[in-house]
């Protein structure tokens, strides 16, 4: 956390409003425009702004600093937006978690919806070749979106080893996988 | 109250959308962090999209009266 985030944090958490508003005008515009970009839509973006800074007011303990607080307001920007997605019943390409299985989303037609699957074979069969540890790490990271803390109290592994498992496992799917965009 | 309105009084609840899966989304977010789309993030205030008039002034408002709430308790 940077000097100036640690001054904004104490004085929102001691609950100087104007400090508050002061975060709030330096990064409206840019969370606005990174959503009306995502979304495509004005009065989205408007209600993803709302939310984010609800996140971000009402849950100000959760910033425990580890990184940048513009990192922290991207990572719930990007969540919210992602969600709004889901619920559109949009495809992120190429996460392992959004692909449909069975059903397709409404908004793609046959052409496109056959490069997903074709797609999704090409990643699940390079995860297949991957070594267990790795291929678990891999699962639960990008399948069921466990956070590294969570992955090692699965696995009773240290929270290095796993993510030296997943930086082997990605540099192996890479290899495997020239030329395809992957979302990790 | 009906389901409509259950649902308007939880949305309002300071913090009450923001729960455990929540957060654990925004952790995995950052830390598989994409360096390309954050620094488009880092870069979107300079994008050529205008918010509404008044847009940002009313959401201001709007924040400034959820601190106030919360600091006055």
Known sequence: MTEEDRIIVDAIRAGDPDAF????????????SFSVRRLGDAAEADDVCQ?????????????EGKSDLIVW????????LNNRLRRRGGVRLVSLEDIPQAAAPLDLGPEPLAQVRQTLGRVREAIGKLPEEQR???????????????????????????KSSLY????????????????? | MGANGKTQ???????????????DE??????ALDAADFELFLAADRLPFVPRPGVAETLGDSLAALCRARFSN
Not at chain 1, 51 to 63: H, N, T, Y
Not at chain 1, 144 to 154: F, G, H, S, T
Request: aromatic share 12%; glycine share 6%; with cysteine.
């Open chain 2, 9 to 23: 009084a939880s949305r309002y609840a300071p913090g009450a959308a923001f729960g455990a899966r929540f957060w």
């Open chain 1, 136 to 162: 678990r790490v891999i699962e639960l990271r990008h399948g069921k979106r466990l956070n590294i803390r969570k992955i090692a109290q699965l696995t009773g592994r240290s929270e290095d080893a796993v």
């Open chain 1, 73 to 80: 307001i991207y990572g719930i920007t990007r969540n919210i």
């Open chain 1, 21 to 32: 508003r002061d975060l709030y005008q330096r990064h409206f515009r840019r969370i606005h």
């Open chain 2, 26 to 31: 925004v952790e995995y977010e950052i830390e």
């Open chain 1, 51 to 63: 939310d984010v800074f609800e996140a971000v007011f009402c849950c100000l303990d959760r910033f």
């Open chain 1, 168 to 184: 082997r496992a990605r540099r192996s799917l890479a290899a495997q996988l020239p030329g395809e965009r992957l979302a990790f």
